[in-house]
């Protein structure tokens, strides 16, 4: 934003939209080039940062925001679902109804925008690359912990192993909508989807991207009901297991390498 002098202006915490709001214009990019790539080079991101971003949407969503398209005279591209469209607008219409309202709470309260720096300390991020939206289908009580099943749509379950007194502390109950949260690191992929494991959760997918560092590779796996998983194996895995995209392998996650979290 610019000043009437032309010196740029500091947006401080009332124009801070922050990593929701790169999200939004991502989807706005793809939804008018059409191509991750081409919104990826107009925002100034990596095409790598920005399909993290879109997998990351699409799996907090009840239903993808963002649709690859494969084939095609320019080889292909993404498009934004009706549910995306309805997203971006009804987003843009809360961002400036938000807006207004913390204006005016500056203009009545002086030292508004110093507490609202410190309200935004409590929206925290996680190093967690797996996230995922769902909805409580079950609560297996025990003795000291609980087991809790969350539907993430098309047909994929997650389940995670937490104590009685979290489930208390969080107020789960059946029907409420909840996120789990797995580092990559925790997930460990497998080729053969019939091994028997102690892993409470078994997901099986495609490869649809493997990315090889020095030492590790990601690998990200479309699950059948679109949303995608992040592991994070050592090259030599990548190698001996042949994987490549299309490859079809089973992730495996302990239940206690889940982390469930509700919104306040």
Partial sequence: MKTPTGQKQDKGPLMDRGRKYDHLELLEQIDASGSITAAASLMGMSYK???????AINNLAEAP???RRVGGRNGGGAVLTVNGRRLVSAYRRLDKERQQVLNQLNQVMEDFEAYYKIIRKYDLKTSARNQFSGRVKAIKQGGVNAEVVLDIGG???IVANITCDSVEHLELKVGDEAYAMIKSSWVILTSNNNLKTSSRNK???KVVRCHEGAVNAEVI???????TLTSIITNESVTDMGLKVGS???ALIKSSNVILAVAC
Wanted: aromatic content about 4%; overall charge negative; cysteine-free.
């Fill in 248 to 250: 079809e392998v089973t």
């Fill in 221 to 227: 796996v479309e699950l059948p009901g679109g949303k």
């Fill in 49 to 55: 940062t920005a399909w993290d971003a879109v997998e």
């Fill in 65 to 67: 925001l963002v649709e």
């Fill in 155 to 157: 047909g994929d379950e």
């Fill in 203 to 205: 997901l099986t997918g």
